[in-house]
C-alpha cells in the first residue's frame, strides 16, 4: 500500500538548516493500522504530511497504491489528495460555519458528486459514528470527541485509500481518546488502512504496529498485540 | 467554474458570513452611490451654468453704430454712423450662405398707457425673426410677422410682465393700449428666459416704429442670426467679411474701429463652453478618484477576506479543492457580491438624484442626473477592477501549501 525509500527532508529557518527527516524506509500493508511515536521534533508529523501530499520531501521515494508520487503540482496533489486519501488533524480542522453534515459532504463536492446523493452519502458515514441526530448542527455547539468523530467521518466519506490521523486524540480527554480510538479500531477492522501519529504510549498500543522515530531516523519498528479501547469505553 | 453546485456553494458562504458580505457590499455600494451623486450633482451644476449664461440663442452678432475715429475719402472723423433699411436687404443679398436670418432693431423707451395704469417701458421695433434671436417664448396670441411688416400694422406683442403691470388678472389679448399717443392692438404675450427686464420688452413692427418717425428708413441696430453649422470658425469668417462690407458701403477707414461696434455671442459661446469644459473636467476628476477610492476599499476588503479565510482554504486544499477551486470560490463570491451592490448602490443614486431633482437649486444645482451608460460602466469598472484586485490575494492563497495553511490560527 505505501512504500517509502530514503526519504529527506529539511527546513531552511534563516541562515539555519534543520534537517528533520534524515533516510526514512518502510513499508505498510493493506489493512494495516500503524502508529508513528515519537517525542516532539522526531519529524513524526513532518512525515505524515509527505505521506499525505500536504509537504513534499527534499529526496527519495514515494509510493502509494501503485502509483509514484512525484513531480506533484498543486492541481495534482489536489486530486491524488481527494481519491487517496483522509485526514483527520489533532485540532479537527472543521469549517466553522458549515454545519457537521456539510462538512462530511465537502470533500464529496471536490469530487463533483451531485448534491443529493453528496448529503446522502454524509448522512451514512455520520451515521456511523453515531452523530446523526448532531447533522445540523454547527461545530461550534459540538463537544470535541464529536468534533473528531465529523472529523473521521469526513475522511472517511471520500472512501481513501489511506487514512492519516494527526494526533487524532492529542486535544482529548482520556475517555474520549478512547472513544475516538474505538471508532478508529472499527474503521481499520472494516479493511481500511490507518497511520495514526501519537506520542502517548496507551494510544499506540491500540494500533498493531508502532514505528519509533527519533531525530529522524526510524529506530525501531515492532508489531504489538493491539489494545481493544472498547475495554475502557 | 460555472455549475449550480459551485453557485449553490458561494451563496450557502454568503449567507453564513454576514458580516464580511455586509463589508464588502456596502463598500461597493456606498461607492458607486457617491459617484452616481457627485455626477450627477456636477452635471445639475453645469445645468445650472448654461441655464444663466446660455439663455439668448448663440448664433446671434449685434451691429451697433458709432462715431469714426479717422477721415477717410473726404469725410471727416467724428462722423456719426447710421444703419438703414438698405443695409438689411444688402446683406441678405451679399451673405445668404452664412446668413440664417437677420432683424433690425429700433429701441425706444415709451410712456404705455391701459386704462387707469400707465408705466415706462422699452419697445424694440423688429422684424419676425427677432423672435429667434431673443428666443422669446409666446404665451398667448402670436408674434409678429411678415403682414404686420407690410402693412405697417399698430400691433404690439408685450412681455408678461408688461400684462401684469397694466392688466392684472384681465386678458390683454385684443385690447389696445396707448404708446406714445397712438393706440396699438395687443396680438400677443411672451415669457422670455432673460428675466424679468427683458420680460418688460414691447415689440411691434420696425415699419411702424419708423412711419410713427416720419417714415424714416434709419434703424438703431442689425441683429444678424448665422447658420450654426458654418462653426465657430466660419462665424469669425462671416464676422470679418460683415466688417469689410459695411465698412466699405459707410466709407469708413478700413482701420477705424469705431465706425460701428459688433457684440458677438459666438465668443461669449465659445468661453461658456470652455468653463462648461473646465467644470466637467473637474466633475470627472471627482469621479475617477471615488471609482479609485472604492477599488482600493474593495481590494483592501479583498486582502481582509483571504487573510480571514486562510484556514478555511487550506482545510479544503486538504479536502481536494485544486488551486483553481480556491481562485474561483473567492472570486466568484467577490463578483456576485460586488456586481449585486454595486448596481444597488447605482439603483439608489439614481432614484437619489431623481427625488432631488430641483429642491437643491438654491445651491447651484439644476435638475441632476446621470446617464445610465456612464453609472453601468462605472459600476462595471468597479467589479472588474474589484475582482482583479481580488485575484492577486486569491491566487496568493491558492499557491499557500495547505499545511502553512492549517497551522494559521
Same mark, same amino acid.
Given at each position: ?26 513499508? =505498510? ?5 500503524? =502508529? ?20 513534499? =520531501? ?9 502509483? @509514484? ?30 454545519? =457537521? ?5 465537502? @470533500? ?5 458528486? @451531485? ?52 494526533? @487524532? ?65 | ?409
Amino acid at each position: 500500500m505505501i512504500e517509502i525509500k530514503d526519504l529527506h527532508k529539511s527546513y531552511t529557518m534563516g541562515s539555519n538548516v534543520l534537517h528533520v527527516l534524515k533516510g526514512i524506509n518502510f513499508k =505498510a500493508e493493506d489493512g494495516e493500522l500503524v =502508529a508513528i511515536m515519537g517525542s516532539s521534533g522526531s519529524g513524526k508529523s513532518t512525515l505524515l504530511n509527505i505521506l499525505g501530499m500536504l509537504d513534499e =520531501a527534499d529526496s527519495g521515494e514515494y509510493t502509494l497504491d501503485g502509483v @509514484p508520487i512525484r513531480d506533484l503540482t498543486e492541481t495534482k496533489a489536489a486530486k491524488y489528495r481527494n481519491k487517496f486519501l483522509g485526514f483527520v488533524f489533532q485540532s479537527f480542522n472543521l469549517i466553522n460555519y458549515k454545519n =457537521a453534515l456539510e462538512n462530511v459532504a465537502l @470533500p464529496l463536492y471536490y469530487q463533483r458528486m @451531485p448534491r443529493k446523493e453528496r448529503h446522502d452519502k454524509a448522512m451514512k458515514y455520520l451515521e456511523q459514528v453515531g452523530l446523526k441526530e448532531w447533522a445540523h448542527h454547527l461545530p461550534s455547539e459540538l463537544s470535541g470527541g464529536q468534533k473528531q468523530r465529523v472529523a473521521i467521518a469526513r475522511a472517511m466519506a471520500a472512501e481513501p485509500k489511506l487514512l492519516l490521523a494527526d494526533e @487524532p486524540t492529542g486535544a482529548l480527554d482520556s475517555t474520549t481518546s478512547y472513544e475516538v480510538m474505538d471508532l478508529i479500531q472499527k474503521i481499520n477492522d472494516a479493511g481500511n488502512t490507518i497511520l495514526v501519529v501519537t506520542h502517548e504510549e496507551d494510544i499506540a498500543h491500540m494500533c498493531k504496529r508502532i514505528i519509533h522515530l527519533r531525530d529522524g531516523v526510524i529506530v525501531k519498528d515492532e508489531k504489538v498485540e493491539q489494545v481493544r479501547a472498547s475495554a475502557y469505553v | 467554474m460555472f455549475s449550480r453546485d459551485a453557485w449553490n456553494e458561494i451563496f450557502e458562504t454568503i449567507r453564513k458570513n454576514k458580516l464580511r458580505t455586509f463589508l464588502s457590499g456596502f463598500t461597493v455600494a456606498l461607492g458607486i452611490l457617491i459617484f452616481v451623486t457627485l455626477f450627477g450633482f456636477g452635471n445639475g451644476l453645469i445645468n445650472t451654468f448654461n441655464k444663466f449664461f446660455n439663455e439668448d440663442a448663440t448664433n446671434v452678432f449685434y451691429f451697433f453704430p458709432g462715431k469714426t475715429t479717422m477721415p477717410y475719402k473726404g469725410y471727416k472723423s467724428n462722423r456719426q454712423i447710421e444703419f438703414d433699411n438698405t443695409d438689411i436687404a444688402d446683406i441678405q443679398k451679399d451673405f445668404p450662405m452664412f446668413l440664417e436670418y437677420i432683424s433690425p432693431r429700433i429701441s425706444r423707451s415709451n410712456l404705455i398707457r391701459y386704462q387707469a395704469e400707465s408705466n415706462n417701458y422699452t419697445t424694440h421695433g423688429v422684424a419676425p425673426s427677432h423672435q429667434f434671436a431673443e428666443k422669446t417664448v409666446i404665451m398667448k396670441g402670436r408674434y409678429l410677422n411678415l403682414k404686420d411688416m407690410k402693412e405697417k400694422s399698430k400691433h404690439v406683442v408685450i412681455g408678461r410682465l408688461v400684462e401684469q403691470d397694466l392688466f392684472g388678472s384681465r386678458n390683454s389679448l385684443g385690447k389696445y393700449v396707448d404708446i406714445g399717443g397712438s393706440a396699438f392692438k395687443v396680438i400677443g404675450v411672451f415669457q422670455d428666459e432673460g428675466g424679468d427686464r427683458e420680460e418688460r420688452f414691447v415689440y411691434m413692427p420696425y415699419t411702424t416704429r419708423q412711419l410713427i418717425e416720419k417714415n424714416t428708413d434709419k434703424i438703431n441696430m442689425i441683429v444678424i442670426g448665422f447658420k450654426p453649422e458654418i462653426g465657430y470658425a466660419g462665424a469669425m469668417a462671416f464676422e470679418s467679411n460683415l466688417k469689410k462690407f459695411l465698412k466699405g458701403k459707410k466709407f469708413i477707414h478700413p482701420d477705424d474701429e469705431s465706425g460701428f461696434f459688433i457684440r458677438n455671442v459666438a465668443d461669449q459661446l465659445e468661453k461658456n463652453q470652455q468653463f462648461t469644459g473646465v467644470l466637467k473636467l473637474i466633475v470627472a476628476f471627482v469621479a475617477i478618484g471615488t471609482i479609485i477610492a472604492g477599488i482600493i476599499g474593495i481590494s483592501n476588503i479583498m486582502v481582509f477576506v483571504v487573510k480571514e479565510r486562510t484556514k478555511e482554504l487550506g482545510i479544503r486544499k486538504a479536502l481536494g479543492a485544486t488551486p483553481g477551486n480556491v481562485i474561483s470560490t473567492i472570486l466568484l463570491e467577490s463578483v456576485f457580491i460586488t456586481t449585486i451592490s454595486g448596481f444597488v448602490g447605482m439603483l439608489i443614486g439614481i432614484l437619489l438624484l431623481r427625488s432631488l431633482d430641483d429642491r437643491l437649486e438654491d445651491f447651484f444645482i439644476t435638475n441632476p442626473y446621470i446617464d445610465t451608460g456612464t453609472a453601468v460602466i462605472a459600476t462595471l469598472m468597479l467589479v472588474l477592477f474589484g475582482s482583479i484586485a481580488g485575484y492577486v490575494p486569491a491566487s496568493k492563497a491558492a499557491r499557500i501549501k495547505p499545511i502553512v495553511a492549517l497551522r494559521d490560527e
